[in-house]
């Protein structure tokens, strides 16, 4: 926690936190979302940096530099996700929606959204922990692209706290950044990470927690507490399966002090104290994160709708599995689904059956379909079922050369969290369990950390940097491709000024700030069925009429 790598990471966290429980509170005192939580969010961070930086070190050089860095981050990740626009479909569809009612001063605690369209249904019941995030942002820039800055903020949070933990393990810093690295660039994030998406959000606070736990299990402080606090806070209000996976996760300490009371030196005066701590951290923060953070969800839905998973469960319940499931996966349990889609060619359609494929090859298909937000079979990337043959082995080989003391810990790791992954129905879809992502890169620690020298281990980093490799070229990519084409298209809508362009949105209702950031004028129409000349947006339902139109 000492060094600049880890206090910058944990820095980049709380400032997050805080921002999130400023905007919980100012919803539950029934007021709008406001821009300012921003600035409010960054003094209060500055509190935590001045606490967490050695008395000595307080009004040192360094400190500034760590505040620079800190500010540099921030800018930097809101100029980002400014430039890019968000081209999904879960994006466009409800999750920028939501950000436009909540930016208008919609309170969704308090009031239910009746716009009469089926994103209703989503915006008023699921967790909406990002989309406070988001619409802080949205409010201060009054760019809706800027909403995703949260996204970059967490990502470089994560890996610096990676980085800072690792480097007390591992003496080589270069394997420190490359693991560091892999562990956070998974499939999902890269696909996710320029859009509204909030799937890779779970991988990266797994990532947080599990190096809390292990960091309090290790070298016990408050700034450790702080950080589990705000992961759970966090983790708990992306989506409905989150609270699930951050409940699990708490076996982790609760093995770890289990297999501790045995053999630790400590008085049991000291592991008393250690344990009760946490213990109440952990439930302060599922309290906070339920009742106060997640009450326009959890609470709600209970209340009005008799389910807190409400509308994934309980009566009226909605199935949105079963649209979306490839042929052939009905009739399977989940294990043979997590099989068939880590053993199959990479694939995002929902008519032909998953193919099992030889795990060395990768087609041009599977590259196409790596682009994906959300890719179904295969979502891990084209070599990933290399990647599990090749840590099968690695552990088959090396198993009786591990520490006995590591080995359990790194157990209870792979334990807890294969039992996070096998608890959701449907573990064949990456973006429902991204966590699976790191158990081989858990296997490759385990090996290095024990000094043990292994081809086996550095070919599964090479596999994974080649798997990444291939799924960021597809990404950036097509993200590039896709960018141009809509900066061509707005450019071309805001050139025809003659009279409001007739726009047809479709699903993508919330296409209407994009056009009317870039200064297009234009009007909304139910239809323009007929219409000769038409520009249909890139990646959207959205569809202008140029009938009229005059440059």
Partial sequence: MNNRVSLIGYLLLVFTGINLLAASFLVIMNQSIHGYIFIFSFFVSLIFLFFATEREQRFSRKTVVN?????????????????????????????????????????PLYEQLTTGTAQDLWINHYAKGIWYLGTIIYELTGNIESAKAFNFVLLISTFLILVGYLQTKLNNVGLVIVVSSLMVLSPVVTNQIFTNYNDFFIVLLIINLIVGYLNYYETPNYKILINIFISIILL??????????????????????????????????????????????ICSSFIVAIAFVGSSSYIKNTITKGHPFYPLAGEGKVDIITV???????????????????????????????????????????????????????????????????????????YRKIDKEQGYVFLILVTVIMISIMINPEPWWARYVPQLWIIPLLFVLLIVINKIKSYVAYAILLVYMLNILIIGYATMGDLYNSQMAM????????????????????????????????????KKV????????IIQLTYSTARACLDNQQN
Avoid at 497 to 512: C, D, H, K, L, Q
Avoid at 526 to 533: A, F, L, P
Wanted: one cysteine or more; hydrophobic letters at 40%.
């Fill in 67 to 107: 505040l620079v860095i800190f500010i540099i981050i921030i800018g930097g990740a809101i100029k980002i996700s400014e430039k890019f626009y968000d081209f999904s479909y879960d994006g466009q569809a409800y999750h920028q929606e939501a950000l436009i009612h909540m930016k208008d001063n919609w309170n």
């Fill in 526 to 533: 139910d239809s323009i069925e007929g219409c000769q000349n």
């Fill in 236 to 281: 708990v209000n992306i989506k409905f399966t989150a609270l699930g996976y951050a409940l699990i996760l708490t076996g982790i300490p609760i093995l770890l002090y289990i297999y501790n009371f045995y053999i630790a030196k400590a008085s049991r005066k000291e592991k008393k104290q250690k344990i009760l701590l946490l213990a109440f951290t």
């Fill in 324 to 398: 979306n499931s490839p042929a052939g996966l009905s009739d399977l349990n989940r294990i043979e689904k997590m099989y068939v889609s880590i053993f199959s060619e990479t694939y995002n359609g929902l008519e032909e059956e998953p193919k099992t494929k030889f795990p060395l090859s990768v087609s041009k298909e599977e590259i196409f379909y790596s682009k994906a937000t959300d890719t179904r079979i295969g979502g891990f990337g084209p070599l990933f079922g290399l990647i599990v043959i090749l840590t099968l082995c690695l552990s088959l080989i090396y």
């Fill in 487 to 522: 900066e061509d298209q707005l450019e071309s809508l805001k050139a025809y000024s003659n009279e409001a362009i007739p726009i047809e949105f479709g699903v993508y209702e919330a296409n209407r700030a994009r056009l009317e950031e870039y200064g297009i004028n234009f």
